[in-house]
């Protein structure tokens, strides 16, 4: 024990110490009771409480989006009572959502009992890349039910307990159809259609700003590889038209 102690660097010693006194009931007391380390006492128990309620949060967000319920409210704030009809939802259910997506800012309450956008989902209304990205975690949600066994079982072909078929592939993966595959060229349009889709409706959440960070006067050609349907060479043909562009994709 003497032996393995020495052999600690200073700031492995410096991390312990910091381990035990947060550990320590007593000092988390102290530290929030203190007018100096209050205020971050409060932040790291709020970033904590986020870690865990994160996956409540995510399929808050999930839900407000399988409804278009961002789409439906940007033409202006609805009665709670008329958007549960509309949703197939009780009143109760109705609340229960309503109410967490109004906590992170998603959704706003408005005048008259009426439900509107919040700043967040102002926001994303305006990015439809993201709602499709929130759409396609339901696969990742699906394979994350049980997140140790999928860790455990990573690599080991035909053991994924959490796979509803016998292939031995998570959602995840057999939507990404290709990635397995000796020839992936050979797979029909149906069945990389839903992933080609989903890459160009995100594009334009990093086309814009990779065309505004570089420039691409003084080049001749562009390759894209991996470009999909061709959604961001389109957009650099905008910027660029005297390029030529090469799109490169299994």
Excluded at 72 to 95: F, I, M, V
Aim: glycine content about 10%; aromatic content about 8%; charged content about 20%.
């Amino acid at each position: 024990m003497l032996e393995a102690h020495s052999a600690l660097s200073w700031r492995d010693r410096w991390f312990s110490l910091r381990d035990r006194l947060l550990a320590d009931p007593r000092f988390q007391g102290a530290a929030a009771a203190l007018w100096l380390t209050r205020p971050i006492a409060r932040r790291r128990a709020r970033a904590l409480f986020d870690l865990c309620a994160g996956f409540v949060y995510s399929q808050v967000l999930f839900c407000c989006v399988r409804l278009a319920l961002f789409e439906h409210l940007a033409k202006g704030p609805e009665l709670r009572s008329d958007l549960a009809r509309r949703y197939g939802l009780s009143g109760e259910a109705a609340d229960t959502l309503f109410d967490a997506a109004i906590v992170l800012d998603l959704l706003e309450a408005r005048s008259g009992g009426r439900v509107g956008l919040g700043g967040l989902g102002a926001a994303l209304n305006g990015n439809p890349g993201v709602a499709a990205m929130v759409e396609h975690h339901a696969l990742f949600y699906a394979d994350l039910s049980d997140p140790l066994a999928l860790l455990q079982k990573a690599g080991r072909p035909g053991e994924h307990t959490n796979a509803p078929d016998q292939t031995g592939q998570t959602r995840l993966g057999r939507y990404w159809a290709y990635v397995d595959l000796e020839r992936p060229a050979n797979l029909a349009g149906p069945e990389v259609g839903a992933y080609t889709a989903l890459m160009s409706a995100s594009q334009p959440l990093v086309a814009s700003q990779i065309l505004k960070a570089y420039r691409l006067a003084g080049h001749r050609c562009l390759l894209d590889v991996g470009g999909g349907d061709g959604t961001f060479i389109e957009r650099a043909a905008q910027r660029a038209p005297n390029l030529q562009f090469i799109l490169f994709d299994l």
